[in-house]
């Protein structure tokens, strides 16, 4: 059975919520989000190319990743983690790069739920500069991304690595 990643984009709010339930217990997953070698393995748009340039998932850390769509276009993220509990939340900041005029962060906070039976909600609250800001970000694939980098996320869980 496919598992479904729900998105909800409301109108005349800032955020964007993604909910997602994973087969396993939050340490997995939150070290899943963490661990640089993992992290490449899952985290990647489909047609695309995915580079890790750093990934220090500390309070104080920051990341920079790119990807390189088969199209060509090259674009990034960078991001600064504002606070970090293993395994129960992540806060940073995630910033596009790419287009030639300079784009605001958003907010990302995650939070590792533990249910019963061993599994874990993940949910992510992106908040946006405002609701066009956030439109444009939904629009962009949210959906195809989150439903293919889960999917390989799933399968990392369910082949023990």
Not at 132 to 143: I, K, V
Request: glycine share 6%; net charge negative; with cysteine.
């Amino acid at each position: 059975m496919t598992k479904q990643t729900q998105i909800n984009a409301e109108k005349g709010q800032h955020t964007i919520v993604i909910e997602r339930r994973f087969d396993a217990l939050p340490e997995l997953v939150f070290s899943l989000f963490q661990d640089p070698a993992l992290y490449t393995q899952w985290a990647k748009p489909n047609n695309t190319v995915f580079e890790l340039e750093k990934l220090d998932c500390r309070t104080g850390g920051s990341f920079l990743y790119h990807h390189t769509h088969e199209n060509g276009m090259k674009f990034s993220f960078y991001g600064i983690f504002h606070e970090v509990e293993s395994p129960k939340f992540i806060v940073r900041t995630s910033e596009f790069r790419g287009l030639p005029q300079k784009l605001l962060p958003v907010l990302e906070n995650y939070r590792f739920e533990p249910l019963n039976g061993g599994q874990t909600l993940l949910t992510i609250i992106i908040i946006c500069p405002d609701e066009a800001y956030r439109d444009g970000m939904f629009n962009a694939g949210m959906q195809a991304h989150f439903d293919h980098s889960f999917a390989l996320l799933d399968h990392m869980i369910s082949n023990p690595f």
